[in-house]
């Protein structure tokens, strides 16, 4: 009974933990709406979309939605993230925001009360180019996080950095108001919405 009791203490303050932003349903969470970037590409990479791919091997997948897509939004900050925090306060209205690091990789601008506030406020995802920390408590968080990797270390706040700018890195140019899509097999970013033929997108 001792032993009984232990390990269902155990398990409540791991579900205590694991529950704190009203993460997964208890079916695993909706299907993703988004279209495959695979799928997109062999549809629209010929067209005058203008479609740009991203390069490959740089991004690892965090959150627990792998597949996402919308409007992008901008934030240019180095090793400091009062500005992503600000941002991800606001109304996401479905849309990605794609953080420029600037590869740092001396510590995290990104953690799970972030991620928790990004899936609160509706944003489909963040593009992070540097580190996040938390990645367990990510990890089930319903909201698409990408990031070149994982640092303990939490950022500084001594500057804001800057918003709604054109930012430049893995091959693409990420512009305010152009659309995002990400998958696991990558990143593909449009001047406009992409469809595929049948698709309710």
């Not at 990605?96 to 991620?115: F, H, K, P, T």
Request: glycine residues 12%; charged residues 20%; neutral net charge.
């Amino acid at each position: 009974m001792v032993r009984a009791a232990y390990i269902s203490c155990k398990i409540t303050t791991r579900n205590f933990a694991s529950n704190r932003f009203s993460i997964r349903s208890m079916s695993g969470g909706p299907p993703s709406s988004s279209p495959a970037t695979a799928d997109l590409c062999d549809e629209h990479v010929l067209s005058p979309t203008r479609l740009a791919v991203g390069q490959p091997g740089i991004f690892s997948d965090y959150g627990a939605v792998k597949r996402f897509h919308g409007r992008i939004e901008t934030v240019r900050c180095f090793e400091s993230n009062p500005l992503v925090r600000k941002t991800l306060s606001e109304p996401g209205q479905g849309r990605v925001l794609v953080v420029d690091g600037g590869e740092s990789m001396r510590c995290a601008i990104l953690g799970d009360l972030l991620a928790g506030m990004a899936h609160e406020n509706g944003w489909a995802g963040v593009v992070v180019n540097g580190c996040i920390r938390d990645s367990s408590a990510i990890a089930n968080i319903e909201v698409g996080v990408k990031a070149r990797g994982t640092h303990p270390l939490k950022s500084i706040k001594t500057h804001m950095g800057e918003r709604g700018v054109t930012v430049a890195f893995a091959g693409l140019e990420f512009n305010p108001g152009y659309w995002l899509y990400a998958d696991e097999d990558g990143i593909v970013i449009s001047e406009t919405e992409l469809h595929l033929p049948g698709s309710s997108l």
